[in-house]
Structure formats: C-alpha cells, structure tokens
T-cell receptor, first 112, second 118 residues
Framework: AQSVSQHNHHVILSEAASLELGCNYS??????LFWYVQYPGQHLQLLLK??????LVKGIKGFEAEFIKSKFSFNLRKPSVQWSDTAEYFC??????????FGGGTRVLVKP | EPEVTQTPSHQVTQMGQEVILRCVPI?????FYWYRQILGQKVEFLVS????????KSEIFDDQFSVERPDGSNFTLKIRSTKLEDSAMYFC????????????????FGPGTRLTVL
C-alpha cells in the first residue's frame, strides 16, 4: 500500500526566511503528487501538483516543488516566506485508483 | 469561484445515534469523495463515488457507513450508529472529469464537518 511521510511536524521561522518541507512516498509505479495548504479556519486548497513533464513545478503564492523520482520525494519550497504563509501543509499522492493518500501534515508558523 | 460546501460545520451526537453529513460538490464535477481526519492524525480516505456508485472504499468504510447522492446537487455520508472513535473532521471533495488519459484534475475540498461523538 502506498504511504506518504512528511519529515517535520512543526516548523517555526521568521519572515523572509526560506522554507523547505520534505515529502517522501512509497510506491513504485506512476504517481501524481500534490501539495495542499490549509490556512487557519479554512479548507484544504491546492498549492501545486505534478503529473508529468518538468519535475520542477511552480504553484501559487510563490511556492514550488521538485519531484525527484529516484528519491521518491516531492519537496516543497518557498525562497522567502511571509506571515500569511502560516498554515498547515499536506503532501498527497495519487497512485492507483482515484484516492489521495496524505502525509501527516506540517504546521508552519511564520513569525512577523 | 465555485466551492465545495459542507453542512453542518459542527455536529455533536450521542454514541449510537445516526448522523448525516452533507456536501454540495462543485456543479460540473462527477467524482466525489469523503475523507476524515481524527485529531492529531493523517487525513484518511474513506470512499469515492462516481456514476451513482461507490468506486473505491477504504477499510474504515464498513457497514456503518453509506453514501448517497439523493439529488443532482447533494452528496451525503451517513453513519448509522456512531461510535466514540468516529469523532473526527470529515472532508468532502469533488473532482471534474480528467481531460484525457494523461491528465488528472485535482480534488477540491470542502471546509469540513467536525463530528463529536459523546
């Protein structure tokens, strides 16, 4: 069965710092990869997705992620965070079928 | 921008009672999903629904659970006899049909219903 792991449960950083959130999955076949964000009090929103092609994917709000197939990883990055990036971030994988398998989430707190 | 909506936002029920959680997916979407997140744990897939039938379900989705699309707009999750361990945030999601064999459109999530079983 596929599984997704996110390395950090909590990240605290200051505005303008760079952010990188790790995500690894276990599945040997073709996958679609997603990063969702949940701002306080709001629903899950898609930040970016990878289906095929260029492994460096750009999403909304200055986020990007790199798919490294050999490492089964899909890490999320943002060069300079803002206070408004405070949220919980979820990596998700679609392998066989239609369902998404989620990682445990990473709570990011950006201090002003 | 169209959104998935869910009602109620918070449901409190007694153990053994039946609950129905309601979702209104985005109008041109054809794939529907329920997920849940127990406090402090991962978001877990429960069930997917397409063409008026369940297309996939997880081990969690036992005989106590059922889904229905009673009309053209609502998508419901029923828990027949709630247990304490059913307390969780329940998320509905919907997805439009893919553009073809090599595309997959993302799932749009609703705000969730927090179910508390006492």
């Amino acid at each position: 069965a596929q599984s997704v792991s996110q390395h950090n449960h909590h990240v605290i950083l200051s505005e303008a710092a760079s952010l990188e959130l790790g995500c690894n999955y276990s599945y040997g076949g073709t996958v679609n990869l997603f990063w969702y964000v949940q701002y306080p009090g709001q629903h899950l929103q898609l930040l970016l997705k990878y289906f095929s092609g260029d492994p460096l994917v750009k999403g909304i709000k200055g986020f990007e992620a790199e798919f490294i197939k050999s490492k089964f990883s899909f890490n999320l990055r943002k060069p300079s965070v803002q206070w408004s990036d405070t949220a919980e971030y979820f990596c998700a994988v679609r392998a066989a079928g239609n369902k998404l398998t989620f990682g445990g989430g990473t709570r990011v707190l950006v201090k002003p | 921008e169209p959104e998935v909506t869910q009602t109620p936002s918070h449901q409190v029920t007694q153990m053994g009672q039946e609950v129905i959680l309601r979702c209104v997916p985005i109008s041109n979407h054809l794939y529907f999903y329920w997920y849940r997140q127990i406090l402090g744990q991962k978001v877990e897939f429960l069930v997917s629904f397409y063409n008026n039938e369940i297309s996939e379900k997880s081990e969690i989705f036992d005989d106590q659970f059922s889904v229905e699309r009673p009309d053209g707009s609502n998508f419901t999750l029923k828990i027949r006899s709630t247990k304490l361990e059913d307390s969780a945030m329940y998320f509905c999601a919907s997805r439009s049909p893919s553009g073809g064999e090599n595309s997959y459109n993302e799932q749009f999530f609703g705000p969730g219903t927090r179910l508390t079983v006492l």
